[in-house]
């Protein structure tokens, strides 16, 4: 296993202009990650863990712990494996980074998760513009142990490898889906809103920004509202969507998509930081919560 993950070419994608890898799938190459490495999953686990107490989802709090990874050192992918497939089927795969899209659709349409293999540095604690293992596997894969947001994950897939044929507008729309759910989305949980998108997830000062900031707009979740609205991939989000259930948006995927990318064509997308009068805004509430229009 070379020490640089290999690069084919740099891409335009919804991520920015980056670096697109091989499609390869490999063996996690546990054995040579070295002491920093390991130090680096422990120190982001153990901040993130700090961080997310009252702010990630109940479920996602529940899957992580099913999944009893530690901060003591990187998880084995097979150790894990183990796990995730008696729970809902789905498995790791190893990749180099960040897949063409079709390949990336094949996989969550089969209920394998692609991971990054390596953590970043040291001096990207912070920030960095592509997913790495530690935004993929502390970030993404707890969740795929909850049977309705696995469901949820798989049908996202078989709707990307469809909206492929279709062309590059429909993927763009259904990228979008993707975005404000798995990435950056909230969720209604009893004691309030609450995070389950990876992105956020993984991510120290947007765990905080995207609850306790009054910049960002809440907005209930819409499917083609989604799916019309554009983001940025270098800044945190100007508006988060809120599920009130994993259900809900399981159900959003069934319908054939096909008409939806019809109306879509024909309407403009939306700036990411506005907001539209057909808009469920959440509000501060009296507490620290936030409250839709129409909550007690
Ligand atoms: N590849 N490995 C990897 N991980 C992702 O999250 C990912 C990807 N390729 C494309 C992609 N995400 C997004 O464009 C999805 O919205 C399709
Ligand atoms: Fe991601």
């Not at 919804?14 to 063996?27: F, L, N, Q, R, S």
């Not at 947007?206 to 960002?216: N, Y």
């Not at 998509?257 to 009068?277: C, E």
Request: one cysteine or more.
């Amino acid at each position: 296993m070379n020490a640089q993950p290999q690069r084919i070419e740099h891409q335009l994608t919804d991520k920015g202009y980056v670096p697109v890898y091989t499609t390869a799938v490999i063996e996690q190459p546990w054995s040579n990650y070295t002491p920093i490495d390991h130090d680096v999953w422990a120190q982001l686990f153990e901040r993130q863990q700090k961080i997310l107490v009252g702010r990630a989802s109940q479920a996602f709090l529940d899957a992580q712990r099913a999944m009893r990874m530690s901060a003591h050192e990187i998880p084995k992918f097979d150790e894990l494996n183990r796990t995730l497939r008696a729970a809902t089927g789905w498995e790791l795969v190893g990749v180099q980074g960040l897949l063409p899209e079709l390949d990336f659709f094949d996989h969550l349409a089969n209920r394998r998760f692609p991971v990054t293999w390596w953590i970043r540095k040291p001096d990207q604690m912070d920030y960095l513009s592509e997913p790495d293992l530690f935004h993929d596997l502390f970030g993404h894969v707890p969740l795929l142990m909850n049977p309705v947001f696995a469901d949820y994950m798989q049908a996202y897939g078989r709707g990307g490898v469809k909206a492929h044929g279709i062309g590059p507008e429909a993927l763009a729309n259904l990228t979008r889906l993707y975005w404000y759910t798995a990435e950056f989305g909230l969720i209604r949980d009893p004691d309030g809103l609450r995070i389950y998108g990876s992105g956020i997830l993984s991510s120290k000062g947007e765990s905080i920004h995207c609850l306790e900031s009054d910049a960002p707009n809440r907005i209930g979740f819409d499917l083609e509202r989604i799916m019309r609205t554009r983001y940025r991939i270098d800044t945190y989000q100007k508006t988060y969507f809120v599920i009130d259930s994993f259900e809900q948006l399981f159900e959003a995927t069934q319908p054939d998509f096909r008409p939806i990318y019809a109306r879509l064509a024909l309407q403009d997308s939306i700036p990411a930081g506005d907001v539209l009068d057909t808009d469920l805004v959440y509000h501060r509430g009296s507490g620290e919560g936030w409250l839709a229009d129409g909550d007690v």
